[in-house]
């Protein structure tokens, strides 16, 4: 199986933030808020990484 | 004010469903009647692991020859059943020499750690130090 670093970074999100949701919160709709808002910030916290450290890869 | 439970303290069931729970992601929760939380945590944790396998994910053991390769063998042993099927599941082995493989070995120690988080919860709910309001299933 061969996934891009994007395509595996969505799946790691997505079970990372949905894990981390009921691990932490106690009510569905705060679940729901909070899996949203951790899969979001995962994304673009790594690909705001990925911009920032772009210059520096070559 | 919402209303919340203690689950009656009982060590040894704790204990058993921490145990039953590190070595099948979720069945822990079942065990103390969290079937929502159990479900969630064994496709969470399962995706990871055997995706991170199929990707040719490196899975380490205990005879490591550093204390980077004993994290890793740590992080490893927290996905269970997955990290003793992990040859059936990738019959191929690890290949860490393409990107993939590498993506793999770090997604199939987020999944251990994953767990090892599973499993302390299942000793807070047990150990009743963990206040689980009603719609926490």
Known sequence: MILTHFQSMVIFALCVSLAFAFLSKETTDERIRYAIWAFLAFLVVAIGIGWLTYPFSR | MAETQKHPINPALALVAAVAGWFVPGLGQALLGKWGKAVVYFFAVAVL???????????????????????GFFADIGNGIFYFLAGAINPAGPNVGI???????????TAGVLNFLCVLEVLQIGFGSREEGQAAR
């Open chain 2, 49 to 71: 692991a055997v995706v991170g396998l199929r990707m040719r994910g490196n899975v380490f053991t205990s005879n490591g020859a550093d204390a980077f390769d004993m994290l």
């Open chain 2, 99 to 109: 990107a993939a493989g590498d993506y793999g070995t770090r997604l199939f120690a």
